[in-house]
């Protein structure tokens, strides 16, 4: 049994932005800004992408990266992405799982394997990356100014693990960690203007050597 699987979740279908994990940002399709973080792992012992969609599948080899065939059950909107991990999981057995979601391009600066020290550290039992969001509904905080609001953690979708226990039990397990991560990793593709922007983003910190 492997210590690390990192999964790429890619199914074909998309509601808000269709076709959204083969939409083009900086020239390349957006799996494969995953799969390059993925690739560049040195934690992750496996990398493997789970899709039923022919045309990611056909992509992805051409990256040489293994496909884990997902039924079509799986692919839908009302499958949940835990679904999606233990068939994951059961195809290739392993102790953790590293999810990295296509809607997540920015994983420079191995962000990847500090995530998984700090699991390890944390002795967690799953994790997720994000950040303290501080926006309310309106009137619930009246005259506070926003840097004074305490906020609540809201995941980004950049890095997530879970243990095997916590998979197969639809948990966090005993000991989830939160990790707060700089605002570029905060950002998720899932419209055409988050595309666009993140785009912009991806190319300001290229030039910067970020």
Known sequence: ?????????????????PRKNLQS??????????????????????LVVSTEDSTIKE????????????PKKLASNRASLNSVLKH?????????????????PIRINNIIDYAINYYEANKGTSLMTGFMNKEYEWFTHPGQNS???KGWFQGDGCVDIQNRESVMSDS???????????????YEVDTKLQLVMIGKLMEYLEKEKC
Do not use: C
């Open 59 to 70: 992509i992805v080899g051409l990256y040489g990266v293994e496909v884990i065939d997902r």
């Open 25 to 46: 940002i900086l020239g390349k399709p957006l799996i494969y800004w995953s799969i390059k973080a993925g690739m560049e792992s040195k934690k992750i012992d496996k």
């Open 88 to 104: 994951a999981v059961e195809t290739i057995p392993a102790e953790n799982v590293v999810v990295l979601r296509p809607t997540s």
């Open 1 to 17: 049994m492997i210590k690390y699987l990192g999964v790429i979740p890619a199914k074909g279908y998309s509601h808000r932005l």
């Open 172 to 186: 966090w397990g005993k000991n989830p960690v939160k990790m707060i991560v700089p605002e570029m990793y905060n």
């Open 147 to 149: 840097q004074y609001v």
